[in-house]
């Protein structure tokens, strides 16, 4: 049976009937009770769809099945195969799958596990509730279940009646480790009697549960989750790792790269994730509660405004590093031998700069903010590489007194390049000198190619860096220093100002794509040549990157500072509705 097709049957009401059992509620339920007002507090993970029933929804289904064929995201025998799975899903489920499961899952789908201690179990238990608006339609389905599993296992008449009644609720018991429970158009189903128990005195007689748990908290959305990070220990093998997670802080790859947000975000004790779907986009959004380290390395003042127009044309981001303060407390946070990396580090910058000490008279007087801009990069007057690959630029706040430093340790970097470079045979960069209005600009360039000679991708980097107004711009080429400090003139002129205290990293889809148009056959060889591919296999997911892309204007992460918990943004816009027409080619 295929992948596509076990999916399928997970989504039919007749699997989420079949494999999904667990105990009954009692008597006359709670009125609309919160879905997570039915699990016990020591639940460690849980996940939700409120309104799971309008998630069923077969035009809906059909279009975006349409505009994945035409983008080239989906090809015709995928599609056919999708199709033959839901036509034996309609078999399986006497009628429409999609009409179907929309019923059974109309008020609600939800899961939760707890870990075994306390339930007389030697594995973590879980638990089901199916809220649906027809007790008719349910009762059906468990029927067609219940019939389809007597004939295949040659248990005729041993599941046509409840095992059990009571307190209103009609039970089942599948072994020891399923129990089923119906009442009305509710469905309970649980890994055994105890935990269909524990569920079921909570759909009658309310009182504690997870939705009174102190930390709980599910961001809205179609879907959500919960997870409790230090639980889920309690549950065995790899979800142990979880608990590892608070380690994050002291990690010196995830402060420099990451940042202390995200090391304190992988630390929080519980997390919360909700994921909103509509027919232009996504948007998703972790929040970390009560993390367990905070270590004052996050921003806790806003930022200077994005200024980074036509130098971000691609994407960009604004980060928070605050490297003096994680180099000056190194020996608190990082593990004792780590330290000598950190002293051979600083020993090379010092050499860059002249023998300054760069714990305490370079890294102080350079800003925490940085903001980050990659864009085309603009070859005219020079040889254009024959992979043209686009640019990157960094701007920061630095005092003005280390100017001089700074402009010096960019042209040592050179002259060290070059000395490299000459050892190798290959041709050394030229320092220059330039100006963009009033700014000097400093850059290094390869000499200019014979006549008739290939431009290789060594053209891509002429390094560039300039001081103007206590901003330091560096770049990966002139051209984009340039962009930048035409950027920077325009919203001094502007004096944008935010109140907003979060790290944002934003991607454009278009020129993107355009970038995979252009270097198709550079990502199909590297796709052979390192990861073993065949050419038609890394054909086609270069063009399958190059849709995605050409389908999505923006990708925007963020993760806001501004209250107790750290909350972490992802927003996808599509160019055009799911289902809508396309002039993309097939």
Known sequence: MSTMLKLLLLASPLAIAA????PAPVGALLADQPLAEYFPASTVAYVEAPAAGALFDREAFDQLLDAAEVRGILDSAT???IQGGILLATLFAGGDPFELAGHLA???VALGVAPAKGWGRSKPSWGLVLRGDDPAVLEAALDRAFAELEQRFDAVGQLGQPHATERGVDLWMLGEDLALGRHGATLFAASGRGFLDELLARAAEGGESLATRPGFDLPAGDVALWLDRMGTAGLGGDNAKLAMLGEAVHLPQ???????????LAGASTFGFGLDLSPTGVALELIGHSPEERTGLAPSAPGPAPRLDSAASMGGATLHRDLAAIVDRR?????PELQPKFNKALGDLALLFGGMEIDEDLLPAIGPWIELGVAELDFTGLPAPDLPLPGL???????PTRERNLIAGFQTAVSISNTERAQNGEPPFTLLLGLEGETTVSSGHLPLPADGEPVDTDYNLAPACAFRDGVLVLGTHEAIVRAALRDLARHEVEATTTAAIFERVHLSGPPLAALVDSSREYLVMQ??????KTREEAVTETLLLRTILAS??????ELDHRGDDLVLGLDLRLIEAIGAPTTEPR
């Open 79 to 81: 599609r056919g195969r």
């Open 106 to 108: 109309h008020d609600g």
């Open 527 to 532: 796709a052979i040549l390192e990861d073993g």
């Open 19 to 22: 494999a999904l059992p667990g």
């Open 393 to 399: 630029v960094a701007i920061f706040e630095v005092d």
């Open 331 to 335: 020996n608190e946070l990082f593990a």
């Open 254 to 264: 995830v402060q420099f790269l990451l940042g202390a947000g995200m090391a304190e």
């Open 552 to 557: 999505l204007e923006s990708a925007t992460l």
